[in-house]
Nanobody
């Protein structure tokens, strides 16, 4: 069984910083892309940033220059460093990973997995 566990959310003032972490655990053979999505009240879930297994990154235009995604492959962990936070960054942030899980002695399967979400609130 695979789990993604997020941490690091909270309340921060505009202009402040937060770092989110997401650790994948379980019967994992390999992890391909990892990323962060967010969903604000009344809005659709949107991609914030993503990173491949070789370190290529992609960002939403709204966070370019302020957010940085990076990963520690040895720890199966992805991070999102968020600087210069704005009230419009307020949302529940979800970790996502595309990984190959070992299902049995002879079987493995590649799927997308989601974390439980962590609340980020930017307010004075």
């Amino acid at each position: 069984q695979v789990q993604l566990v997020e941490s690091g959310g909270g309340l921060v003032q505009p202009g402040g910083s937060l770092r989110l972490s997401c650790a994948a655990s379980g019967s994992i053979f390999s992890i391909n892309a990892m990323g962060w999505f967010r969903q604000a009240p009344g809005k659709q879930r949107e991609l914030v940033a993503a990173i491949t297994s070789v370190g290529s990154t992609n960002y939403a235009d709204s966070v370019k220059g302020r957010f940085t995604i990076f990963r520690d492959n040895a720890k199966n962990t992805v991070y999102l460093q968020m600087n210069s936070l704005k009230p419009e960054d307020t949302a529940v942030y979800y970790c996502h990973a595309i990984l190959t899980a070992i299902l049995s002695a002879v079987g493995a399967e590649t799927n997308g997995y989601w974390g439980q979400g962590t609340q980020v609130t930017v307010s004075s």
